[in-house]
């Protein structure tokens, strides 16, 4: 009786974790163009900016 074998296709891991890695990587932009843009709010509110706030 012959005996068959199958031979699956590997299931790419790597695309789970590059869509990680993406959504981390956005995820940081953002919090540094955030963080950036408070520290520049805060300095200009300590150091007194007249004119620029309504």
């Not at 074998?5 to 995820?27: C, G």
């Not at 540094?32 to 309504?54: D, H, K, N, P, T």
């Amino acid at each position: 009786m012959p005996t068959a074998i199958h031979v699956a296709a590997p299931i790419a891991a790597t695309s789970a974790s590059s869509e990680k890695k993406t959504e981390r990587n956005d995820l940081v932009s953002v919090a540094l163009f955030s963080g950036i843009g408070l520290l520049i709010s805060l300095v200009a509110i300590l150091m007194g900016v007249q004119g620029v706030w309504y």
